[in-house]
């Protein structure tokens, strides 16, 4: 799925709500999910970076690990 690869490659200037908002009308239980999901992103982050772990993301169909 399309959307699969920019959920685990989320730069971030991005902001996935308005990127799928503006190509698809969602009901309210999809923005609610978005925004979860956003808030799962940025908490991985945040516990990878404190825990000092790589990073397993898919990049141009390959599997890459990023250091914090």
Do not use: A, C
């Given at each position: 799925?399309?959307?699969k690869s920019i959920f685990l490659a989320k730069p971030n200037?991005?902001?996935?709500?308005?990127?799928?908002?503006?190509?698809?009308?969602?009901?309210?239980?999809?923005?609610?999910?978005?925004?979860?999901?956003?808030?799962?992103?940025?908490?991985?982050?945040?516990?990878?970076?404190?825990?000092?772990?790589?990073?397993?993301?898919?990049?141009?169909?390959?599997?890459?690990?990023?250091?914090?």
């Open positions: 799925w399309k959307l200037s991005i902001n996935l709500k308005t990127i799928i908002m503006e190509t698809h009308k969602m009901t309210p239980n999809q923005t609610k999910i978005l925004e979860g999901m956003d808030k799962v992103y940025d908490k991985l982050i945040e516990f990878k970076k404190k825990m000092n772990s790589e990073l397993v993301i898919l990049k141009d169909n390959k599997i890459t690990r990023v250091k914090p």
